[in-house]
């Protein structure tokens, strides 16, 4: 019997690495939710769960998080008069 993989999200651009997605077929857990890749849902917000987190609520305020964590690292390199770090 064949698996039924999930469709895949149409292409978009990662908001926070500003890298072109989706790569090759992931597994379902794994599967970017735009606006962001999985990497900067992942790896900018470790304080608001565990690592490979399934929920989708879950993914959804890491997310929430992750977008946070870039503004605020971009206002303080704002108010440092540093360059942009995120393009």
């Known amino acids: 019997m064949m698996a039924i993989y999930p469709p895949r999200p149409a292409p978009f651009t ?6 072109e997605r ?12 735009p606006p962001i890749c999985w990497s900067c ?7 608001t ?3 490979y987190v399934r929920n989708p609520d879950q993914r ?3 997310q929430i998080g992750a977008l946070a964590e ?12 540093m360059g942009p770090l995120y393009g």
């Open 14 to 19: 990662c908001a926070i690495c500003l890298q």
């Open 22 to 33: 989706p790569p090759p077929w992931q597994s379902r857990d794994h599967m970017d939710i």
């Open 41 to 47: 849902e992942q790896d900018q917000t470790l304080r």
């Open 49 to 51: 769960g565990s690592y």
């Open 60 to 62: 959804l305020a890491k």
């Open 70 to 81: 870039m503004l605020q690292i971009e206002a303080y390199r704002a108010s440092q008069n």
